[in-house]
């Protein structure tokens, strides 16, 4: 039987589809060759040698594990790219005004021909290098490189494991150990300010944040040199980040099973899905890593910062092409319209006027309407979600029914968010005083337990310090141990371990050094303080540890977060006139706001803090007493002066904020210790000095002390979580 005339043509079409079509020349760089293993396994033998303790293999699978990712990513993206450019356009052969037999076989037979040329560049096994959701989600919160450290810094190499530190860190910024961690490499010597890098920073923001910085420092030219290469980056990322959206379909809820939309529904819904994931691109791309918002109008704004940079370097035509480009995204900004009649006016009509918004944002910018108008009226017709990622959006954009909808929706949601806000604050106002009743009960009858060390006398407790949660101790150390104690602080000082390398952090009147416990016995090892005294140190923090326990009855044991030994001194020459404190007021575990009478738990404050103490070793200087305050930092409630012996104990929460006057002569030594209740946060050079003590002391210390040549201390091997050092 022979063929409609009709048909033949289609066939010819259909034989042509299954040919995937060839790129242009040179039009996208060739495909990265795959890894010979997939980021999953490389990344589960990383984890499997972290367990037996094999750390040149954590490196190199974790490396390897990350270079494996970044190279199936890569290629993912080059081949839908390439595949997008070849098979651009309208279909081969179409005309204007084609037959309707053929409309929907023209469309398909471009579909085919993008499916056959992303089949063609595609992996041959897909499955094989397709991270699953958790994995994928290791990788988005950079924890390769929380392995990485811990073995950089087994292996003796502080600057990457420093580096792989911070990068985990600016993912993870609420990350307490990770934070601990890096203030101990900041305190490493040799350990430099570049080492602290993001292995992972994204190139668009990384410019973007220089641009804004010379702009600041009012360099226009440095700043128009980023920022446009900032926009340039920009692109680079949103055609990766749109080309990484054409996935497979999230049924998001549904059994795929029972899914039974008929083929234009399929199309539809799949289709929104993808637009609506490259609209997502938008806040993806301003995104910082550990923020929790984007930056706003992150594109606009280049050009905001543009237009002036440009006007401060005297050119008026890039200055009014960017003006205009941002007025794209705002045409009703007051600011910048008066900008622009301003650069017209400087360079005239007839010169300003032809400057057109630059080509490429204009096709972004009718790009991006096209798809929020399709976006909106299947949110319309088929309730499929969409939330605009932009605030430029013209209303006109959004349909009439759904923009009456989404305002009764927004006026609704407001007003029962402030009624919920309202109920919630009386609820806290009763739930605060009668958890204050309560907690301040508790505190009196727990508290008061005996000192466990004889000599030691409680001389004021909370009831005589008018607050809660408070004592003073006198007698914890005798005058020698006092003087070998301070004379050790003054020698390790001098033998060069500052406080980070500041020597005023709190104020420019004082100078401010110290020494940790375990920094004291490595110098008391190599011979350069008394090994004697660094024992002394620690033995006596171990006992005021024990003292906070007892006396407070505390059912958990107490771990040390951070301790250390310190001295500040007046700078005689900076007392006259001088208004400040040694120490201005603040809470150990949370950022007080005196204004508002809250103080606020949450990073970068120590939030793991549960206690604190202060054990003095003279008073033999003028000013320097400690103090407790209300939440106002002003209404003073208790001021304990120092002695030798004398420590104040305290939990370190809002109740209990606190300051140090100025030390106006002489020098104010004292031991600082703070506690938590939460082992997972107790402090890794604690580990090791105790480790360090067992090693030293564990033989006659007679024997000891006559060597001559001690050994150098190995890096010291702690076995700890993955977190840790």
């Known amino acids: 039987m022979a063929l409609p005339a009709l048909l033949l043509p289609l066939l010819a079409v259909l034989v042509r589809a299954a040919t995937p079509p060839e790129p242009a020349p040179g039009s996208v760089p060739a495909d990265p060759p795959l890894p010979a293993q997939p980021p999953d396994a490389l990344f589960a033998a990383g984890a499997e040698a972290y367990t037996r303790g094999d750390w040149p293999a954590v490196v190199l699978q974790m490396e390897r594990a990350l270079r494996a990712r970044a190279a199936v990513r890569s290629r993912l993206v080059r ?25 929907d ?3 398909f037979r471009g579909l085919l021909r993008r499916a056959a040329c992303l089949r063609s560049c595609g992996p041959p096994a897909p499955s094989r290098y397709r991270l699953g959701e958790e994995l994928d989600r290791e990788f988005s919160k950079r924890s390769p490189y929380n392995y990485l450290q811990v073995a950089y810094f087994k292996m003796n190499r502080p600057a990457q494991a420093a580096a792989a530190a911070h990068t985990f860190f600016m993912a993870n910024p609420g990350h307490q150990e990770m934070r601990q961690n890096l203030e101990y490499y900041q305190a490493m010597a040799g350990i430099r300010e570049e080492d602290f890098t993001d292995l992972e920073a994204k190139p668009h923001l990384s410019e973007f944040r220089l641009g804004v910085r010379f702009y600041t420092e009012e360099q226009p030219t440095a700043a128009i040199l980023h920022l446009e290469k900032a926009l340039e980056e920009y692109f680079v990322a949103d055609a990766e980040c749109r080309a990484l959206c054409e996935g497979p379909y999230d049924y998001e809820g549904y059994n795929y099973l029972e899914y039974n939309a008929d083929l234009f529904q399929a199309i539809t819904d ?33 050009f905001n910062y543009l237009q002036f940079a440009y006007y401060n370097n005297g050119n008026y035509e890039k200055a009014i092409e960017c003006t205009k480009t941002y007025l794209l995204f705002f045409p009703n900004d007051e600011v910048m319209n008066q900008n622009l009649a301003y650069y017209t006016a400087v360079l005239g009509e007839n010169l300003a006027g032809p400057i057109q918004p630059r080509e490429e944002i204009q096709a972004y910018h009718q790009r991006s309407l096209m798809e929020k108008e399709l976006l909106f009226f299947s949110y319309d017709v088929f309730g499929i979600p969409f939330v605009d990622p932009d605030s430029w959006t013209p209303e006109e954009v959004i349909p009439k029914r759904l923009r009456e909808k989404q305002k009764v929706e927004r006026e609704t949601a407001a007003r029962i968010s402030e009624e919920i806000g309202n109920l919630m604050k009386e609820i806290e106002t009763l739930v605060e005083e009668k958890a204050k009743e309560s907690a301040d009960m508790s505190k009196f009858i727990r508290e008061g337990g005996p000192l466990v060390y004889e000599g ?24 020698e141990e006092c003087r070998e104690l301070q004379r050790l602080t003054n020698a390790a000082a001098s033998a060069g371990d500052g406080y980070r390398g500041k020597t005023s952090p709190h104020t420019p009147s004082e100078t401010f050094y110290g020494v940790t416990v375990l920094k004291a016995l490595k110098l008391g090892q190599e011979g350069k303080v008394p090994l004697q005294s660094a024992y002394l140190y620690y033995n006596v923090t171990e006992k005021v540890r024990h003292m906070m326990e007892s006396y407070f009855r505390l059912e958990v044991p107490l771990h040390f977060s951070y301790s250390h030994l310190v ?9 006259e006139g001088r ?22 738990k949450e990073p970068p404050a120590y939030t793991f803090r549960d206690y604190s103490a202060i054990l003095y070793l003279n008073g033999d200087f003028e000013g320097g007493a400690f103090y407790f305050t209300e939440l106002d930092a002003k209404t003073e409630t208790a001021e304990i002066q120092p002695q030798c012996g004398r420590a104040v104990g ?3 929460g809002s109740e209990n904020p606190h300051g140090v006057k100025a030390v106006t002569k002489g020098q104010r030594c004292a031991i600082a210790l703070w ?18 003590v067992k090693m030293l002391f564990s033989t006659e210390e007679g024997d000891l002390l006559r060597e001559t040549e001690p050994e150098q201390e190995p890096p010291a091997a702690v076995a700890v979580g993955k977190d840790e050092l």
């Open 579 to 600: 208004s400040d404190n040694s120490h201005e007021v603040h809470v150990d575990n949370c950022i007080l706001n005196a204004e508002a009478l809250v103080c606020v």
């Open 650 to 652: 305290f939990s370190s």
């Open 456 to 479: 030691a006398s409680v001389t004021m407790n909370s009831k005589t310090l008018n607050g809660s949660q408070r004592v003073v101790v006198d007698g914890v150390l005798s005058a």
């Open 567 to 575: 001295c500040r001194t007046a700078i005689d020459e900076k007392q």
């Open 270 to 302: 799949h289709y929104m899905q993808v637009l609506s994931c490259k609209q997502g691109c938008v806040t993806e791309l301003a995104s910082q890593p550990g923020r929790e918002k984007p930056l706003e109008d992150f594109l606009p704004s280049h």
């Open 675 to 692: 506690f938590t209740l939460d082992p997972r946060h107790s402090e890794r050079e604690r580990v090791q000095a105790d480790d360090l």
């Open 79 to 103: 081949c839908r790219l390439r595949c997008a450019n070849a098979t651009a356009g309208p279909a081969e052969g179409a005309e204007p005004q084609a037959e309707p037999v053929l409309r």
């Open 105 to 107: 076989l023209l469309f």
